[in-house]
């Protein structure tokens, strides 16, 4: 099987390790995610050195007081997606009113470039969904590490977005999140780690890996009362749609 992780951080420290631990799990390739300069530069470095990675540009929701102008030079040709970007509420590191304004920057930015958009959205979804439709809805939209209900689901597909789950199908608590993967339609259901964090289940409270995506994976399989191959197929294809990546 050959699992695409759509939203993974890799400590450059022990990439190596990581990445081949992830290969030999059959996880063959990872998307890289930049949060501000510092990760998007990392993520492009070993998007470089390593064949199975991909690598986005962005600024995360708690990093928006830095400002877009500390990324925008960053994104070039081989740039994969802009993002992580988007509204946290529940921590507010930066202001919301400057969340907005970088989260909006970057939807521009998406729309200008043709490049896909990573949605990091936290106690924030109407804004969130509001933001979306005034600035202006990129062609491909992932909402990552979904975790939202049913409603947000339908909110979020409604408008053509792609969903991205994680180890949180894993929890114990997670039945809104559950209902949500069920729901989404396979074409538009994504996979992730997370990592380091979000860790599922068994190994939850331990830094997160990409080789424990296929956990992620065959929970989802149960759930959706498919065959851990057959998940593994459509995730893998819809996460290239959404990404336009090469087969």
Not at 9 to 24: F, K, M, P, V
Not at 157 to 165: C, E, N, R, V
């Amino acid at each position: 099987m050959d699992w695409v992780d759509s939203h993974c951080h890799i400590d450059a420290a022990d990439a190596r390790q990581t990445i081949d631990d992830a290969l030999a799990a059959g996880v063959t390739t990872m998307i890289v995610v930049g949060c501000d300069r510092e990760t998007s530069i990392g993520a492009r470095q070993l998007a470089t050195g390593h064949e199975a990675i991909e690598a986005t540009v962005g600024l995360h929701p708690h990093e928006s007081r830095h400002g877009v102008d500390t990324i925008v030079d960053l994104i070039d040709d081989d740039t994969l997606a802009i993002g992580e970007c988007g509204l946290d509420y529940h921590y507010d590191h930066s202001p919301r009113d400057v969340q907005r304004e970088a989260f909006a920057a970057q939807i521009t930015l998406a729309n200008q470039r043709a490049l896909p958009l990573v949605i990091h959205t936290r106690e924030a979804w109407d804004d969130t969904f509001d933001l979306l439709v005034d600035v202006g809805i990129p062609e491909r939209v992932v909402f990552h590490c979904f975790t939202g209900g049913v409603a947000e689901a339908r909110r979020a597909l409604d408008l053509g977005a792609f969903l991205s789950f994680s180890g949180i199908v894993t929890f114990k608590s997670a039945d809104d999140v559950r209902a949500a993967a069920t729901l989404c339609p396979e074409d538009r259901l994504l996979i992730e780690t997370d990592s380091p964090y979000l860790a599922p289940v068994p190994h939850r409270g331990r830094p997160n890996r990409p080789a424990w995506l296929p956990l992620v994976g065959t929970r989802l399989a149960e759930l959706r009362g498919v065959p851990v191959e057959h998940l593994c197929a459509t995730t893998s294809e819809a996460t290239r749609l959404a990404f336009v990546l090469d087969d």
